[in-house]
């Protein structure tokens, strides 16, 4: 496992985690109950925030699956 990751948003409701240099799946968040318009990495810490049509954020942290 890389330090390289990059995350996606999707209108299934998910934010998904891949390896950059493997293209592997590695996290799905899947709180969200509408499309996830908005994610994106904290600059300094290992957080993700998402952002939905439900018109909820959410702040997820990748190194224990949870928001």
Known sequence: MT???FV???DDGTAR???FATSKLELIFK????A???CDWHPFQSLIVTGSKDCSI???D???NTS
């Not at 709180?31 to 509408?34: A, G, I, K, Y």
């Open 62 to 64: 990748p190194r224990n």
């Open 36 to 38: 996830v318009t908005a």
């Open 17 to 19: 985690v891949f390896d």
């Open 31 to 34: 709180e969200h109950n509408s």
């Open 58 to 60: 959410r702040i997820w």
């Open 3 to 5: 330090s390289a990751k």
């Open 8 to 10: 996606t948003c999707s």
